[in-house]
């Protein structure tokens, strides 16, 4: 049984690989997840119920245009959205962690999250 973790053993987690879902997708300029993402979380809820052992990060990603504040901030918010649906759906929320990153790239393409699976070092 996992438990839970303090920012600092978070940061010291070994990433195992990432979760390969398609882009989740956002209303515009807002955290409100479309249906099509809600299928791909379903999925997704699917496999780390096979994977217990494993935390997961969920990445919020920015674009680089704009507001960067904004920006931020509305990365943090999907990151949450999608965290949060993870536990509607029975993930544990000690599983979980929801950050936001640096832009990677221009364009709505780029606003999306990423989902990160680490265990802890041995």
């Not at 955290?31 to 780390?48: C, G, H, M, P, T």
């Not at 979980?96 to 606003?111: C, D, I, K, N, Y």
């Amino acid at each position: 049984e996992l438990r839970g973790l303090t920012n600092a053993e978070w940061d010291q987690l070994t990433p195992v690989g990432s979760m390969q879902v398609k882009a989740i997708s956002f209303g515009r300029g807002t955290a409100r997840l479309n249906i099509n993402s809600q299928r791909e979380l379903d999925a997704l809820v699917r496999r780390l119920h096979s994977l217990p052992h494993f935390y997961l990060t969920v990445k919020g990603h920015t674009r680089a245009e704009g507001d960067a504040d904004a920006n931020r901030k509305l990365a943090e918010e999907r990151a949450q959205a999608a965290m949060d649906y993870l536990v509607t759906k029975g993930v544990k929320p000690i599983r979980l962690r929801s950050v936001a990153t640096e832009p990677v790239g221009t364009g709505g393409a780029f606003q999306s999250v990423s989902f990160v699976l680490a265990q802890q070092p041995y």
